[in-house]
């Protein structure tokens, strides 16, 4: 299982004095979290630690950046997130605790703080890392996705960054904010954002107008924003992922994003066994060449996925 040693007090110890504090008889939900620090500063949002006073913990807190608080796209966006993460009740997705609204009237929701590594963190020293313990990362990460999917919910954001590994050997998949969700009768809204606009050398595209997600983990159909994408988006993505793992580098890539794109949709990936500097089991390289394909019907769904990931394909590395 693939664990890593965190710094002292990376999590924090349960005192007595906390557990037994008495509760106020008013609660104001006001006052209910104190601002510890800011974590990340996104595109459109602001994620922080804060101490919920009430519960005697640390938490993630989750809003809008000022300039888009009062933007709808971006209020449902966020109200869509936590509410997919929050039904979303797998050991492979981040628990939320609330939604609310803060004293000004904007919308922010709280989840578990997650200690640990990025996957993209991780592969920045892939040479420390037995495969089998980078696969089992993979296999987790379709676990949840074989939830996901099975609770109708696409998450089209797979990429490194959004992968977590715990000390613990927890595995968590990430930011849900570009999650597909249909209407019970099959139907589904519009996209939040319309067209594509592909700018000079930037892979990353985000935004309004813009392509939502990361050009080179994305599916063809989700570059062509095709209406009807389904959950096999996200094989394609992990399968992205997961030769990236294998080889060292992504299957498509180059200076411009319209070259990726153009790349993504229309070119064969090289096989893993022709760029990889690492040995490639066949069965892997197969499984990898299949999720990539560019017609959605031919790719595994996750169970197969999963099978293949749990079977001995380890033994060839032992050959």
């Not at 966006?77 to 605790?97: D, G, I, M, N």
């Not at 498509?252 to 066994?273: G, L, R």
């Amino acid at each position: 299982m693939l664990k890593f040693q965190q710094p002292p007090k990376a999590y924090e110890d349960v005192y007595l004095e906390e557990t037994d504090e008495p509760l106020p008889e008013v609660l104001n939900p006001n006052t209910r979290y104190v601002f510890l620090s800011t974590l990340a500063k996104g595109g459109k949002s602001i994620i922080s630690t804060v101490r919920d006073r009430h519960l005697q913990r640390v938490v993630v807190h989750k809003s809008l950046r000022p300039e888009f608080v009062n933007d709808p796209q971006e209020q449902l966006r966020l109200l869509r997130e936590a509410r997919v993460s929050a039904k979303l009740q797998h050991p492979s997705t981040v628990p939320v605790y609330e939604i609310g609204r803060d004293r000004k009237g904007n919308v922010y929701f709280t989840m578990k703080l997650v200690h640990g590594y990025t996957l993209r963190e991780i592969m920045d020293y892939r040479e420390r890392y037995d495969l089998i313990q980078l696969i089992e990362v993979i296999e987790q990460i379709a676990q949840g996705l074989a939830y996901a999917h099975d609770h109708g919910v696409a998450h089209r954001d797979i990429k490194p960054e959004n992968i977590l590994a715990g000390p613990y050997g927890e595995v968590l998949l990430v930011d849900w904010g570009l999650a597909k969700v249909w209407r019970k009768d099959g139907s589904t809204t519009p996209e939040l954002a319309t067209g594509i606009t592909v700018e000079g050398s930037d892979n990353t595209l985000t935004g309004h107008g813009k392509l939502q997600g990361t050009p080179i983990y994305m599916s063809p159909e989700q570059i062509r924003r095709d209406p009807g994408i389904g959950y096999s988006t996200d094989i394609y993505s992990l399968g992205v992922v997961l030769y990236e793992l294998l080889t060292g580098q992504v299957p498509f890539n180059a200076e411009h994003t319209y070259e990726v794109i153009d790349m993504v949709e229309n070119q064969p990936p090289p096989k893993p066994s022709s760029v990889s500097k690492y040995p490639v089991p066949r069965m892997l390289e197969k499984l990898v060449m299949r999720c990539l394909s560019k017609d959605p019907a031919k790719r595994p769904d996750t169970q197969e996925m999963i099978q293949i990931l749990q079977a001995d394909w380890h033994r060839e590395l032992l050959a």
